[in-house]
């Protein structure tokens, strides 16, 4: 049987999707089947001139995109606000939300508002987009929410809700990591649970790449200044991963297949989850702790000054 790939995509001529890190990695490529498929796609980036690099060369290999590059700095809550700001100005309904970018195993860094780097631009800053644009999400026949999570939400031992930016106990860029993507998970599921029980029409599901070769291994050794670690990175990325285009498969399935239900996490369907083609996934068990999930809630609606679906 022939494998699923984004040309099987349904068109999406009359919807417009959101792309947070669209002009890098997986990112670039969720834009690209979309905008494919005939959405108009918002490419969220943080760098202007990177953003118009991946806008330029989107429009050279689609000249029938519908393309729109707009700022978005997830580690600025200022910026988060701006860019929900004009899109609201500028449109009554979003369909598709890609909660995408992120940051992996930087040396310690804060955000603008003093966040931890990783959590403050993987969960923090998409919990304060999300809540920002979801009347715009629910104005949509079919609202979709995705958030890019990884394999590595088993790489820590959990949450540490009373110092979630890492405050008062020694920092570890690992465990950092494997802590912002458990939280997106955490995240997806408990936003689910409140869209439904509010009687909200948006849905929200959770997809990950398995290991896909990208910038997300370079930049942390690149901030470090470690050439020895960059080595290593790439010669991983070289043996083991997978191309970022196929990496990109789940969470390009997951923002746009019929069959998606509110509270999926899709991945890829080879060994250990690593490689391969969409599939509907699990995570592991504390990922799906309703306790810790509403917490995890309460604590980022006032880290971020965001509150919604109370
Ligand atoms: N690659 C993998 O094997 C893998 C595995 C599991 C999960 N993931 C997840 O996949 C997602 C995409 O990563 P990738 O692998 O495609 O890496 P990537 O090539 O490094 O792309 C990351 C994107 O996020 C953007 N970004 C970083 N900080 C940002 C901020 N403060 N505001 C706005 N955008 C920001 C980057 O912008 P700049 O280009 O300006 O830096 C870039 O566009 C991440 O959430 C990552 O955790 C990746």
Redesign the pocket.
Known sequence: MAHWSPQDLPRLDNRCAIV?????????YTARALAAAGAEVIL????AE??EA?RAKLAAELPQARLQLQT?????LD?VAAFAQSIAAEREAIDILC??????ALPLRR?AQGFE?QI???HL?HFALTGRLLPLLNAAPAGRIVN?????HRMTRGMDLDDLNWKHKRYARWDA?GK??LA?LLFTFELERRLRSHGQTAIAVAA????????????GPEMSGSRLSLLAMNAANAIF?QS?EQ??EP?IYAAAMPEVRGGDYWGPDGLRELRGHPRRVRGRRAAYDTDVSARLWDVSESLTGVAYLG
């Open positions: 947070t890190g669209a002009n890098s990695g997986l990112g670039y969220a980036c943080r760098n990177r953003g991946a978005l700095d997830l580690a600025d910026s909660n995408n970018a992120g940051v992996m955000t780097m403050g631009t993987n800053g890019t999570a990884s394999l590595a990591y912002s993507k997106n990950h790449p398995g290991y896909a070769a990208t910038h997300l291994q370079a930049a991963a970022a990496g990109a969470q």
